[in-house]
């Protein structure tokens, strides 16, 4: 079983729509949980940090459910720029609550947003 | 967060031959990755590279393939020894944030295709 499992994707939807990406992980000692956005041929960049009461950045709401080990992410009104490749990240925290930095990353799911 | 530069940006090599990737932070930073995503696949951590001693590798990753330095609190390089075309890839940098959430920001990445 993968450590970080992504619906595969791609969606395709248009403007306006609500797209909902799911993600699940195998290691219950993780401890932080992110999204991030790629762009075509261009480097990850964080969209959000997932907290554990859930989290909401203007369109974008995470969700954490850690009995199910479960993150979703939730873009409402998508736009054309929403197009890109989203990973669903999760990372271990060692017993001094320090980050052990191994980033694990899911496969991503791509989105199309058409007009 | 810290603004992270790579050079080079790409490159393509020989077979046989090797590269050394260097990474550039705009301010100093403990902890510093190195991480490999392949042509239509995600990201996979190699190495951190620990200021003033040696990197610490991920299974599957060898100093005498990807041999790491890291002289100071904002600079790093990954080497690619002994170049296959197996080791085409993107390479990427990335360092914590400051915010004590274990957020990583990525570097640009280097694009290498090795003939």
């Known amino acids: 079983r993968k450590e970080v499992e992504q619906d595969p994707g791609p969606f395709n939807v248009p403007e306006g729509a609500t797209v909902a990406f799911n993600c699940t992980y195998s290691n219950s000692a993780s401890q932080s949980f992110f999204w991030y956005r790629q762009d075509c041929r261009k480097e990850p960049k964080l969209l959000m940090s997932?907290?554990?009461s859930g989290n909401e950045d203007g369109r974008f709401t995470a969700q954490l459910n850690r009995a199910s080990q479960y993150i979703s992410l939730l873009i409402r009104d998508s736009k054309l720029s929403d197009s890109a490749t989203y990973l669903c990240?999760?990372?271990?925290?060692?017993?001094?609550?320090?980050?052990?930095?191994?980033?694990?990353f899911g496969q991503g799911t791509i989105l199309t947003v058409h007009p | 967060s810290a603004v992270i530069s790579q050079k080079p940006s790409r490159d393509i090599c020989q077979r046989g031959t090797s590269l050394t990737i260097q990474c550039q932070v705009d301010s100093q930073v403990t902890m510093m990755f190195w991480y490999r995503q392949q042509p239509g696949q995600s990201l996979t951590l190699i190495a951190t590279?620990?200021?003033?001693?040696?990197?610490?590798?991920e299974s599957g990753f060898v100093i005498d393939k990807f041999p790491i330095s890291r002289p100071n609190l904002t600079f790093s390089t990954l080497t690619v020894s002994n170049m296959s075309p197996e080791d085409s890839s993107i390479y990427l940098c990335?360092?914590?944030?400051?915010?004590?959430?274990?957020?990583?920001?990525f570097g640009p990445g280097t694009r290498l295709t090795v003939l």
């Open positions: 590279a620990n200021q003033g001693s040696e990197a610490t590798y």
């Open positions: 990335t360092t914590t944030g400051d915010r004590g959430y274990n957020e990583q920001f």
């Open positions: 997932v907290y554990s």
């Open positions: 990240v999760v990372n271990l925290i060692n017993a001094g609550g320090t980050s052990y930095g191994k980033l694990t």
